[in-house]
């Protein structure tokens, strides 16, 4: 059975930093694409950022210079570091795996976890 449990929201004032963790088991990091997506209450889900099976990063362009995606295979862990967090950050984080970067086409979700930033 495929788990992804992600962790490390919280509340932050703005400006802040955080560093969401996604932690799987029962598939291999290094053969899929993980992707942390967002979705703010009232808003659309949004794909934040993406690392593919090769390694490639992607990142939206509100995530842009502040955000950095990257993954230990040795823990089938894949991290999001958030730097100069803004109140319109705030949301339900999850993380994803799918077999490319597409946000929608992702097999596998994960429970999230509330990123609040406050003004």
């Known amino acids: 059975e495929v788990q992804l449990q992600a962790s490390g929201g919280g509340l932050v004032q703005a400006g802040g930093s955080l560093r969401l963790s996604c932690a799987a088991s029962?598939?291999?990091?290094?053969?899929?694409?993980i992707a942390w997506i967002r979705q703010a209450p009232g808003k659309e889900r949004e794909g934040v950022s993406c690392?593919?099976?090769?390694?490639?990063?992607y990142y939206a362009d509100s995530a842009k210079g502040r955000f950095t995606i990257s993954s230990d295979n040795a823990k089938n862990t894949v991290y999001l570091q958030m730097n100069s967090l803004r109140p319109e950050d705030t949301a339900l984080y999850s993380c994803?795996?799918?077999?490319?970067?597409?946000?929608?086409?992702?097999?596998?979700w994960g429970k999230g976890t509330l990123v609040t930033v406050s003004s």
């Open positions: 994803a795996a799918g077999g490319i970067c597409d946000y929608i086409g992702m097999n596998y």
């Open positions: 690392i593919s099976m090769y390694g490639n990063t």
């Open positions: 029962g598939l291999t990091f290094g053969e899929h694409a």
